[in-house]
């Protein structure tokens, strides 16, 4: 088992930044991908970007490239998101969770039934 809690969320103003934190504990040498997904108010829960709990590689969806970094501290079992040039658009309750899936490909860790461990959300509001 593994439990996951988020942390760092808040409103902030159009152009501002955030960083987001996820907190792992349990059987963390089981994880292979850490995600964070996002789900705005009558929308569907998307994939924002994942690292590799081993490697440190990264992906990002296309709306965020370039202005979200996603990184982690094994050392302290934790996962960041640092989001910078937020947009309004960005306001969305975000989620970590975390793949035991070995070998998940990027594409697959888009797809949030890949992943068993999810914490419970942290609310970013971007003000225009």
């Known amino acids: 088992q593994v439990q996951l809690v988020e942390s760092g969320g808040g409103l902030v103003q159009a152009g501002g930044s955030l960083r987001l934190s996820c907190a792992a504990s349990g059987r963390t040498s089981s994880i292979y991908v850490m995600g964070w997904f996002r789900q705005a108010p009558g929308k569907e829960r998307e994939f924002v970007g994942g690292i590799g709990w081993y490697i440190g590689n990264t992906y990002y969806e296309d709306s965020v490239k370039g202005r979200f970094i996603i990184s982690r501290d094994r050392a302290k079992n934790a996962v960041y998101l640092q989001m910078n040039s937020l947009k309004p658009e960005d306001t969305a309750l975000y989620y970590c969770?975390?793949?035991?899936?070995?070998?998940?490909?990027?594409?697959?860790?888009?797809?949030?039934?890949?992943?068993?461990?999810w914490g419970q959300g942290t609310q970013v509001t971007v003000s225009s």
């Open positions: 969770a975390a793949s035991t899936e070995t070998g998940l490909s990027w594409s697959a860790s888009k797809l949030d039934f890949r992943y068993g461990y």
